[in-house]
């Protein structure tokens, strides 16, 4: 098994345009998870899914994120507008049984 | 919701020494326990856990220790190595869903 797949590793952008990160979870793993990472905040929890169905968002920032799951083995993380404070680690994470395996995460820096 | 203390924030032991790190959890129903070490740059990996039914679990040099009573558990690193060096990071969790401590800076001095 490959693990779990993030694109683009790295994403530079300028403020106002939009970012979308993408993920493919390991195959049969029935939940999924985004988390961010800066040195101020550490890791947290931005949504996650189970069984394709998002179940808890409250770690999302604000509207200008969004995120989607359409089928088992992809999900999305959009950011419209970005902003310079966006910039940090997105990690996805997928999980069976409670054991969660981290991406090698989008390094994402915003201008 | 569960919230997940972690002590120290930074650990420099020598080399071949042991190192420990505690945390404390509030949520009673949290049944979950992993450990993640992360190095510079790189994703946060999985490096033991342990589930509410068992107390102590051991896998080569690392170690864990869970007290549901009082809610807490500890990593225990023995013989440590400069390869060792990394933040490490507990969690608690049910339902899936995992509440990450805030990490600590393990530095191996040779």
């Known amino acids: 098994d490959a693990g779990v797949i993030q694109s683009p590793r790295h994403e530079v952008t300028e403020m106002g345009q939009e970012v979308t990160l993408r993920c493919k979870p390991i195959?049969?793993?029935?939940?999924l998870f985004w988390y961010r990472q800066t040195m101020m905040r550490g890791l947290e929890l931005l949504i996650y899914?189970?069984?394709?169905?998002?179940?808890?968002d409250s770690g999302m920032p604000e509207d200008r994120f969004s995120a989607k799951m359409p089928n088992a083995s992809f999900s999305t993380l959009k950011i419209q507008p970005s902003e310079p404070r966006d910039s940090a680690v997105y990690f996805c994470?997928?999980?069976?049984?409670?054991?969660?395996?981290f991406g090698p995460g989008t390094r994402l820096l915003v201008l | 919701g569960e919230n997940v203390e972690q002590h120290p924030s930074t650990l420099s032991v020598q080399e071949g020494d042991s190192a420990v790190i505690k945390c404390t959890y509030s949520?009673?129903?949290?049944?979950?326990f992993p450990w993640y070490k992360q190095e510079l740059g790189k994703r946060p990996q999985l490096i033991i856990d342990?589930?509410?039914?068992?107390g102590e679990k051991k896998d080569q040099r690392i170690a864990v220790t869970l007290n549901k009573t009082a809610k807490h558990f500890s990593l225990h690193i023995t013989e440590t190595q400069p390869e060792d060096s990394a933040v490490y990071f507990c969690?608690?969790?049910?339902?899936?869903?995992?509440?990450f401590g805030a990490g600590t800076q393990v530095v191996v001095t040779p």
């Open positions: 994470a997928s999980s069976l049984e409670g054991t969660q395996y």
């Open positions: 195959s049969g793993h029935d939940y």
């Open positions: 899914f189970n069984n394709n169905v998002p179940i808890d």
């Open positions: 949520d009673s129903a949290s049944n979950y």
């Open positions: 342990i589930r509410s039914n068992v």
């Open positions: 969690a608690a969790a049910r339902w899936g869903k995992l509440q």
